[in-house]
């Protein structure tokens, strides 16, 4: 019973703390939002009452607080990512695993796209929009090994059999 | 547990999100309005989350230093021929460098020139690269401090080779460092042999810019970055990077500190060149330098600053 509740939450806050380490990976700090929008897309798709949203603004607060964000804006996409998913949840989760990831290109894009347009508002100047293409091309690698991870977790440890 | 009729838990479920809505953009409305708000949340963070990095960090540092060891075993005959082709290049330089010591001191002494006393410093590792999208900090472990931790803000933050940033958050066990790249970074800078002044700005990019040069005096090709005096926030001539035209003929500052790969920064805290610049109250700083420089003498000197 346990286990199903936490997996996710766990899961999400263990990846977002793993990434923090100085690894000195290319677009390491690139990976940190998209790693959390992931999490909120695939458990918001699959299992929406094991991340509730409390604990997706949490998580978007912690982003927030470590990565020098402003306060509450990762908080806000996050839970407004999450409300956009559980309404396409209709379409996408009866369709192909090609299709649910076409979404999660295009929500993340979005996502990257809305944290910029507040950088810039809150810097009161054009911030380069380089980085939103980055995430987009990252997101589009970055899911299907997620995914993996993350349907592994979904029918293992947080599987409803355990309950 | 209380149970609760179904369709009242169905309200309830569907009113979570948008009540979550509500208060995170509240939230943000208050972190906009107060930064100490996310200042406090963000140190108190650091100061949790410093030794839990620490504990991991060790292990992967551990490895990596092997994996590199074995990797390096492979070229060391190649390797060897280079260092010392290299070493003798080095001891030529390093005499022409005595010889201008002694001159510089001679010159000194004939102008009876007053040092400024040697700042005090100590050296954290870097346990968290802790950046995001659109900003570029790292976490510090700093000793623990008894009180007088707020002693370090501002405090100057190099590694082996030039300036990395600047402390900006100070919790009991972690420093919160701004690199130099970051976009909210503006350090007062001195171009060249003449010290033609300049603002560095960060872009969020690996090179920060260069603006506000004088148009009589643009900067050189090559020519050496050093921190400036200008408003007191930074001591004068620490080394920073090298000028650098970019292909829209825009200079940047290639630094010389290694900034994708900090493992140690040497933290230099000048409490008596603080201005009003700095992102504290002047007094508070004051208040506690004189008992947390005391405190940082003790703490392990790894070599003397190199300026």
């Given at each position: 019973m346990a286990a199903r509740w936490f997996v996710p939450i766990i899961l999400l806050l263990l990846g977002l703390f793993i990434l923090g380490m100085p690894f000195g990976l290319p677009g390491q700090a690139m990976l940190r939002p998209l790693y959390a929008v992931g999490?909120?897309?695939?458990?918001?798709?699959?299992?929406?009452?094991?991340?509730?949203?409390?604990?997706?603004?949490?998580?978007?607060?912690?982003?927030?607080?470590?990565?020098?964000?402003?306060?509450?804006?990762?908080?806000?996409?996050?839970?407004?990512?999450?409300?956009?998913?559980?309404?396409?949840?209709?379409?996408?989760?009866?369709?192909?695993?090609?299709?649910?990831?076409a979404g999660f290109v295009v929500l993340a894009t979005a996502c990257a796209s809305l944290s910029w347009l507040v950088e810039c508002a809150v810097h009161h100047s054009f911030v380069t929009s380089f980085p939103i293409l980055c995430e987009c091309l990252l997101a589009v690698g970055f899911y299907p090994a997620l995914a993996i991870m993350l349907i592994r977790a979904h029918r293992g440890p947080a599987a409803l059999e355990h309950t | 547990m209380v149970r609760l009729s179904i369709?009242?838990?169905?309200?309830?479920?569907r009113l979570t999100l948008p009540t979550m809505l509500v208060v995170c953009l509240a939230v943000t409305l208050i972190g906009q309005a107060d930064q100490g708000v996310s200042n406090t949340l963000r140190a108190g963070l650091d100061d949790i989350l410093a030794p839990a990095y620490m504990l991991v960090s060790g292990p992967i540092r551990a490895v990596e230093h092997g994996t590199g060891a074995i990797g390096h075993l492979f070229t060391l005959s190649a390797e060897n021929a280079q260092l010392r082709e290299q070493n003798k290049e080095l001891l030529q330089w390093q005499e022409v460098a005595l010889a201008l010591q002694a001159q510089n001191a001679a010159l000194k002494a004939s102008l009876h020139f007053v040092p400024s006393a040697p700042p005090k410093f100590f050296t954290g590792e870097v346990v968290a690269d802790l950046g995001g999208v659109y900003t570029r900090s790292v976490l510090v472990l700093t000793p623990p401090a008894n009180g007088t931790a707020k002693a370090l803000i501002g405090a100057v933050a190099m590694d082996g080779r030039g300036l990395a940033g600047?402390?900006?958050?100070?919790?009991?066990?972690?420093?919160?460092?701004?690199?130099?790249?970051?976009?909210?970074?503006?350090?007062?800078?001195?171009?060249?042999?003449?010290?033609?002044?300049?603002?560095?700005?960060?872009?969020?990019?690996?090179?920060?810019?260069?603006?506000?040069?004088?148009?009589?005096?643009?900067?050189?090709?090559?020519?050496?970055?050093?921190?400036?005096?200008?408003?007191?926030?930074?001591?004068?001539?620490?080394?920073?990077?090298?000028?650098?035209?970019?292909?829209?003929?825009?200079?940047?500052?290639?630094?010389?500190?290694?900034?994708?790969?900090?493992?140690?920064?040497?933290?230099?805290?000048?409490?008596?060149?603080?201005?009003?610049?700095?992102?504290?109250?002047?007094?508070?700083?004051?208040?506690?330098?004189g008992a947390g420089l005391a405190d940082h003498r003790r703490v392990g000197h790894h070599g003397g600053p190199r300026f």
């Open positions: 999490c909120v897309y695939f458990w918001s798709l699959y299992r929406p009452a094991s991340l509730p949203a409390p604990l997706v603004a949490l998580a978007g607060l912690l982003l927030d607080v470590l990565g020098l964000t402003p306060l509450g804006l990762w908080a806000v996409l996050l839970l407004l990512l999450q409300a956009a998913t559980q309404g396409l949840r209709r379409y996408l989760v009866p369709a192909t695993f090609l299709w649910v990831w | 369709p009242l838990r169905q309200v309830l479920s600047r402390v900006i958050d100070v919790g009991s066990r972690a420093a919160r460092v701004l690199l130099i790249t970051d976009i909210n970074s503006r350090i007062p800078v001195a171009i060249g042999a003449e010290g033609a002044p300049a603002l560095m700005v960060g872009n969020n990019g690996p090179d920060p810019i260069l603006t506000y040069w004088s148009t009589t005096q643009p900067p050189a090709e090559g020519a050496m970055v050093l921190t400036s005096a200008q408003a007191g926030a930074f001591p004068p001539g620490l080394p920073v990077g090298v000028v650098h035209y970019n292909d829209k003929n825009q200079p940047m500052v290639l630094p010389l500190a290694d900034l994708s790969t900090l493992r140690m920064l040497r933290l230099f805290s000048y409490p008596n060149e603080l201005s009003d610049l700095t992102p504290v109250p002047h007094d508070a700083v004051r208040e506690g330098a």
